[in-house]
């Protein structure tokens, strides 16, 4: 079960966790919550593979000059700066930032390498409209003319990334060892087995990513933002700005809703992401009431009706894509 703060708290408790900088109330929170459900224990697995990759990366790689190291933490938002070494000992150890720090900076480096390979030396490259299988037995349909994916050297063997450019729907194979990437630009899908879709468009500056099984997380390295979505969730994003997050979504392109005894105030916000609208309720005690709908293809007029029977409302239109819902049938 996700805990009910943020899911950057709880990833930076979890970083701590695994680096063993965190402190004896903090590692018995962790040890509790790996309890609670059996998708916690793999979360925390491919959290310790990821950090593990950048250990031995961190002791492999050296710096390249004072210069790039404090470009790199100055995109971190660390106010420490690098500092030469002592003859004889690693550059990387002269830096003044926390191990966590120094973790996130080589991830970073990591992504940033990983994207040039995605770029320059594909092993492979697919051009939609196409149904596709991989070498770990993943099967990925491109959507679209326009939809490309590339898949990195050494996949299924040394990692499982590929790097997508349109609309796709991933049916990933299962394997708790190493997780699925795809990357998109800047953002990160992580995946250890699911099916899932994600509809990027660089050239809108749009990400739309829905879930259908299992679990997957959304991480956006440049504004150092991250999303747990289970099945049901649809995130958006738009000209790299906060990820928005609807729920109760069975199909977001055929527009199929299914709410089951949800807040009206969850099945609005649902409804206002698919639709793209904004719907305006006058009396706030409505929005703690209950909502049970199942919803296939409905234009947004018979959908604001079924709302508003819901909680015994009712509802006008007031703009062109705007909807009043008032208190009283």
Same mark, same amino acid.
């Given at each position: 079960m996700i805990p009910?703060?943020?899911d950057?708290?709880?990833?930076?408790?979890?970083?701590?966790y695994?680096?063993?900088e965190?402190d004896?109330?903090?590692?018995a929170?962790?040890?509790?919550?790996l309890t =609670?459900h059996?998708?916690n224990q793999q $979360?925390?697995?491919?959290?310790?593979? @990821? &950090?593990? +990759?950048?250990?031995?990366?961190? %002791?492999?790689?050296k710096a390249?000059t004072?210069?790039s190291?404090?470009?790199l933490?100055r995109?971190?938002?660390?106010?420490?700066?690098?500092?030469p070494?002592a003859?004889?000992?690693?550059?990387?150890?002269?830096?003044?930032?926390?191990?966590?720090?120094?973790?996130?900076?080589?991830?970073?480096?990591?992504?940033?390498?990983a994207?040039w390979?995605?770029?320059?030396?594909?092993?492979?490259r697919?051009?939609?409209?196409?149904?596709?299988t991989?070498?770990?037995g993943s099967?990925i349909?491109l959507?679209?003319?326009?939809?490309?994916l590339?898949v990195?050297?050494g996949?299924n063997?040394?990692?499982?990334?590929?790097?997508?450019?349109?609309?796709?729907?991933?049916d990933?194979?299962?394997?708790s =060892?190493?997780?699925?990437?795809?990357t $998109?630009?800047?953002?990160?899908?992580l @995946? &250890?087995? +699911?099916k899932?879709?994600?509809? %990027?468009?660089p050239?809108?500056?749009?990400?739309?990513?829905?879930?259908?099984?299992?679990?997957?997380?959304?991480?956006?390295?440049?504004?150092?933002?991250?999303?747990?979505?289970?099945p049901g969730?649809l995130?958006?994003?738009?000209?790299?700005k906060?990820?928005?997050?609807?729920?109760s979504?069975?199909d977001?392109?055929?527009?199929?809703?299914?709410?089951?005894n949800?807040t009206?105030?969850?099945?609005?916000?649902?409804?206002?992401?698919?639709?793209?609208v904004?719907?305006?309720v006058?009396?706030?005690?409505?929005?703690?009431?209950?909502?049970?709908?199942?919803?296939?293809?409905?234009?947004?007029?018979?959908?604001?009706e079924t709302?508003?029977?819901s909680?015994?409302?009712?509802?006008?239109?007031?703009g062109?894509r705007?909807?009043? $819902?008032?208190k009283?049938?």
């Amino acid at each position: 079960m996700i805990p009910s703060f943020s899911d950057e708290a709880l990833y930076t408790m979890l970083c701590k966790y695994l680096l063993n900088e965190a402190d004896a109330g903090e590692r018995a929170w962790v040890d509790g919550w790996l309890t =609670e459900h059996k998708d916690n224990q793999q $979360l925390l697995d491919s959290l310790r593979k @990821v &950090l593990d +990759t950048a250990t031995k990366q961190q %002791y492999a790689t050296k710096a390249d000059t004072d210069n790039s190291w404090n470009q790199l933490f100055r995109q971190l938002d660390v106010a420490e700066t690098y500092a030469p070494p002592a003859a004889g000992k690693s550059p990387l150890r002269s830096v003044s930032v926390s191990r966590l720090w120094k973790a996130a900076a080589v991830i970073l480096v990591l992504v940033v390498a990983a994207t040039w390979i995605f770029l320059k030396r594909p092993s492979e490259r697919f051009a939609g409209p196409v149904q596709a299988t991989l070498a770990d037995g993943s099967h990925i349909q491109l959507k679209g003319e326009a939809s490309r994916l590339n898949v990195a050297r050494g996949f299924n063997s040394n990692n499982r990334q590929v790097m997508l450019r349109g609309t796709a729907s991933f049916d990933v194979a299962a394997n708790s =060892e190493q997780p699925f990437v795809v990357t $998109l630009g800047s953002t990160d899908v992580l @995946v &250890l087995g +699911t099916k899932f879709t994600v509809d %990027y468009e660089p050239e809108k500056s749009t990400l739309q990513v829905h879930v259908s099984s299992g679990k997957v997380m959304v991480i956006d390295h440049n504004r150092v933002d991250s999303a747990v979505l289970t099945p049901g969730m649809l995130l958006k994003q738009k000209n790299g700005k906060d990820f928005r997050i609807a729920a109760s979504v069975i199909d977001p392109e055929q527009k199929v809703l299914d709410f089951e005894n949800v807040t009206l105030e969850e099945a609005l916000k649902t409804v206002g992401e698919l639709y793209d609208v904004q719907i305006i309720v006058d009396d706030t005690s409505l929005l703690k009431m209950s909502v049970k709908a199942k919803l296939v293809n409905e234009p947004i007029k018979n959908v604001m009706e079924t709302m508003a029977k819901s909680v015994i409302a009712s509802w006008e239109q007031t703009g062109d894509r705007q909807f009043h $819902l008032k208190k009283g049938g």
